[in-house]
DNA sequence: ATGCTTAGTGTTACAAATACACTTTATATT
DNA sequence: AATATAAAGTGTATTTGTAACACTAAGCAT
C-alpha cells in the first residue's frame, strides 16, 4: 500500500455579519447590538460572530442572529464576503456578510441570548452611530444590495406589516430608492403585478380619509418570479 | 493603565476559487487546471488555492489564478462563498468564489508558475468532468452569475474577440441564455445601446457573405451603466 | 357646515419589446 | 458565365410598459 503524504490539518476562523433591515414608524432601520465583549468592547456592531467548526454558514448565520438578537425563522441570504487583512484586530478573519428584510411586528422583542451582546435595537439607517470593524462597509454594501433586488423583484413587502396600504407601500419604496414616485404610475404598476390583494379592510385611527388595505399574494408572487426576464426571443 | 485582557490570536486558512469563462470555437468553456497536489491530485478543478496571511481576497485571487494558469491582469467579482462544513478534506476552508469572463485569444498560452497544478486547459462548459471538491457547485453557481448578469448588462463582448460580427455575438448569447433570439430584434436592440462601431471591415475566409465587422465602444459602455435602472420617477 | 388631509383615479405620449419573411451579397461549383 | 449556396442584412405593425400630469372623493376634526 501506497503512503500517503500526512496533510496538515486546517483550523479556521471566520464570522458572519448580518445586516437585517426593517421598517418601522416610517423609518427603514437596522439592528445593531452593542458589544458586551473585546475586541470593540461597547461599541455598536452588525449582530455577527464567529462561525463554529461544525457549521455550514448558513445555519451558523441563523444561530448568530437568534443568540445575538433573540431572532428567528429569517430567511438570509449571502451577498458579500468581506476579507482585508487587518479587518479584524485578533487576526485574520473573513467574515461573510447576510442580509434580510424583515417585518418588524413591533411586538417581536429583542433579546440577546449571549452575553456577547448586552442589547440588540432597530436603529434608523439615516443616522447610524460609528461601528465596530468595517461593519460600516458592510451595511453599505448591503444596502445597495437591497436597492437594487427591489428595483426589479417586488420584495419590498417583507418588511410591511401583513396589511398595509399602498401609500405606506410607495413611501417604503420611497426611503430604499432614495427617490420620490409618481402616485398614479406607482400604483398601476403594483396593482398591475397581480401580487396584491384587496382587502374588505380600510385603515384605522387616522384623522383623515382611511385608506384601503392590502396584502401580498405569497402564492402570485411565487409564481411571478418563475419567469425570466429581458432577451425572452 | 487598564489591562485589556489578552485575546486568542486566529490564524485561518481559507482559499479562493476561479471561474473563468471564455469563448473559442463557438463553445463557452471554463479554465480548469488539473491539479498536482493532495488533496485530489489528478483531478480536474478550478484555479483554486488558499490565500495568505497578509494578502486581501482580491489581491489573492489574481495572484492565485496568476500562478496556477499564468493568466495576468483579469478582472474577477466575486460572486460567493462556499462554507459546508466538509466541503474539504483536511479541515474547515471557507472558499471565495470569483469569476470573470475574458478574451481568449487563442494566443495566450496557459502556463502555470507553479507546480500546484500540472496544466491548465480550456474546457467546454457542456462537457466538463467530474471537479475535485465542491468545484461542480461552484462552477454552476458561477454560470447562472453570468447568465443572469448578461440579461441585464450587455458585458458579452468581453468574451468576443477585438473585432466580431453581430452573428457571433447573437451566438453567444444564444449559448449563454440557452435561447434563441430573433436576428432583427437581436441586432435593433444590440445597435441601439451605441456601443457597437461598425468598423470598414469584413469577416475574412468564409465561403459565403462576409460579414461586417464590429468592436465594442468602452468609453460609451462606461456611460450607459451610469444611468440606473428602473423606477426612475 | 366648513376646512383639512390624504385617498383615489384616467388619458395621452413616448419608448421598448415582439413577431415575422424576404432580398442581397460573396463565394464555390459547374 | 451561370447557377447554387449560405449567411448577411433589412422594415413594419403590434403590443407592452413607462412617464408625465391634476383634479375629485372621502373621512375626520372643528
Redesign the interface.
Known sequence: MIL??L????????SIDCVIFGFDEGELKILLIERNI??FKDWWALPGYL?E?????DVAAERILYELTGLRDIFME?F??F???DR???????T?AYYAMIRLNGTKELKPVTSIARKAVWYPVKDLPKLAFDHSKIFAKGFIKIRNKI??QPIAFELLPEKFTLTQLQHL?EII?N????KR?FRKKMLNYGILKELDEKQKGVSYRAAKLYKFDRRKYARLFQK??????
Open positions: 500517503e503524504p496533510l496538515p490539518k486546517f483550523d479556521s476562523v471566520f473585546q475586541p462561525v467548526e461544525n457549521e455550514s454558514l449571502q458579500y464576503t476579507g482585508d487583512v479584524h484586530p485578533q487576526g485574520r478573519v473573513v461573510v428595483s426589479y419604496y430608492l427617490a420620490t414616485l409618481d404610475n425570466e426576464l429581458s432577451f425572452n426571443k
